[in-house]
């Protein structure tokens, strides 16, 4: 008998895991996703990753509380907006706006920050605009800079560039400190430690931040002490990096939306500014502004406005840094534009809300995407970004990671048709993976479309279908089935039975009962 028990429990409990468990159980958190070689694109396809995801089971709570609240928040702040859908009209015309006369634009913010002197920089991808960045911070000689949270960055993996040439990069959001401490991956794009609860981040913060011993795991000592780790890097910081949430091409102006200050710190003491900015974040007008900026902090945190909202202009002497460079990155955002629908990914604004209504997200976690943004925007973002459509690439399964709900279109501040993008985005995968050798799926296409083309064979198959009665339970549902095609469908949902009756039975005796009166 215990022999067979410990069979059983080889075979579900394989020593891979117990490792896992050995590891978090010695460093007090779970170790998260280690930093790939390339933010965009790592690890498995979805549904193999989302397997081991659903695993961990305190990731899935620490998600469900925070999003929980977030999408609280958020509902309470767009409710007491009478112009709510108008907003979100009008900053999905400025975003249009943009993809129509990009160019122009482009070159009218180039124009205006070196007017007020900014230097710009171009960069058509990652290994460009890394190169750019360390080039720009070793000639300052400086082994060190201050870093405000930045998705661009994160895309291309530019700490982890710096640091290989002696540069280190210290991030200054409190939720990205947390993940760079933990040598992790983050997982939301607005709250990057989402997957953690606090008694993991007092683990991390007395492991690997300096004289952080005797910790509580309330929030106000976790944020005290972050200060504290942090104050000195802010006085001593010559060169920043910051990202961008907003480019104005009228006037060159650059800005971000944050909640802790540390931007604001990044952007006023350091003698050297590098901001790194998708070219997507541009917009036309100064008056864009005020747009944008109500939408994003009600969407993205659940607040009125950002606690911490910054605007800065080339280079103003005597005040701030006195030197800006600004790097734009395209890194695939091109290949984005030329495709008609998939383009209106490029109007987001990087809130988050898609994620946190989400049904998939909540259950699985960002790092079952695979990539530095997940969620429905990463899920239509990342594959278009990297081109990604045949079937062996991992990124190509993203388009799938969807029930099609609609929630993420209904929420989304830009009004971003995110289902409609994922379907498309969905035929194109389907059209690139035509030809070769068929999978059972396109078997069974073939066959179904052969049935369905004739109603006798359609009345056929109705009739053989009856037969799944015999198999359901006495809940009338039917579980796994062992079969080609079936077998993948069944392994996740319960599958009715079949009605007793079919439409066609059905209306068969009803004309006879009343021929027969």
Excluded at 90 to 110: C, G, H, M, T, Y
Excluded at 376 to 397: F, H, K, M, N, W
Aim: net charge neutral; with cysteine; charged share 25%.
């Amino acid at each position: 008998m215990m022999g067979a028990f410990s069979d059983f429990a080889k075979k579900f409990r394989p020593s891979v895991w117990t490792e896992k468990d050995a590891e978090e159980a010695k460093l007090g958190w779970h170790p998260g996703h280690p930093i790939p070689d390339d933010p965009l694109q790592w690890g498995e396809h979805f549904p193999r990753a989302a397997h081991e995801t659903l695993k961990n089971t305190q990731m899935r709570r620490n998600l469900g509380y925070a999003t929980g609240k977030i999408r609280a928040k958020r509902n309470l702040r767009v409710e007491e907006m009478p112009d709510w859908e108008g907003l979100r009209e009008a900053a999905s015309n400025i975003k249009r706006a943009v993809a129509a006369d990009w160019v122009r634009l482009l070159e009218q913010f180039e124009e205006n920050v070196t007017k007020r002197g900014g230097v710009v920089h171009w960069a058509r991808d990652a290994e460009e605009a890394n190169a750019i960045a360390l080039n720009l911070i070793s000639a300052k000689g400086v082994d060190e800079v201050v870093k405000v949270k930045s998705m661009a960055t994160q895309e291309i993996n530019l700490n982890e560039h710096l640091e290989k040439h002696g540069i280190k990069a210290w991030e200054t959001d409190l939720a990205e400190m947390i993940v760079q401490l933990s040598d992790d991956m983050p997982s939301h794009i607005v709250v990057p430690a989402i997957h953690r609860n606090r008694a993991e981040v007092k683990a991390i913060f007395e492991a690997r931040m300096e004289d952080a011993q005797g910790l509580s795991d309330e929030p106000r000592v976790l944020a005290m002490a972050a200060r504290a780790h942090l104050r000195k890097k802010f006085l001593t910081a010559k060169v920043a990096l910051s990202g961008a949430n907003i480019g104005v091409a009228e006037t060159g102006t650059v800005g971000i939306f944050e909640s802790e200050g540390n931007g604001r710190m990044c952007l006023t003491l350091p003698e050297t500014l590098i901001t790194i900015m998708g070219i997507e974040k541009l917009v036309p007008r100064y008056r864009d502004i005020e747009v944008i900026g109500q939408l994003l902090p009600r969407s993205a945190t659940g607040e009125r406005m950002n606690p911490y909202t910054s605007f800065w202009t080339g280079v103003t002497e005597g005040d701030g840094p006195q030197e800006f460079h600004i790097i734009l990155l395209d890194n695939g955002r091109t290949n984005v534009l030329a495709d008609e629908v998939g383009r209106e990914a490029l109007k987001c604004i990087r809130c988050a809300a898609c994620m946190n209504i989400c049904p998939v997200y909540r259950h699985t976690g960002g790092h079952a995407y695979g990539s530095v943004y997940p969620g429905p925007i990463g899920a239509v973002l990342t594959p278009q970004l990297l081109e990604a459509y045949d079937r062996s690439d991992p990124a190509s399964s993203l388009p799938f990671a969807c029930s099609l709900c609609g929630a993420c279109g209904d929420v989304c501040p830009v009004k971003i048709d995110l289902p409609n993008i994922l379907v498309h985005l969905r035929h194109k995968s389907v059209e690139a993976n035509r030809g070769g050798i068929p999978n059972v799926w396109d078997v069974g296409m073939a066959v179904s479309s052969k049935v369905m083309r004739s109603g006798k064979a359609m009345e056929a198959a109705g009739k053989s279908v009856q037969a799944g009665r015999l198999i359901a339970g006495p809940d009338l549902k039917i579980g796994r089935v062992p079969l080609p095609v079936a077998k993948s469908w069944t392994r996740v949902r319960d599958v009715p039975a079949p009605p007793a009756q079919s439409f066609r039975q059905w209306w068969k005796a009803r004309e006879e009962k009343e021929d027969g009166r």
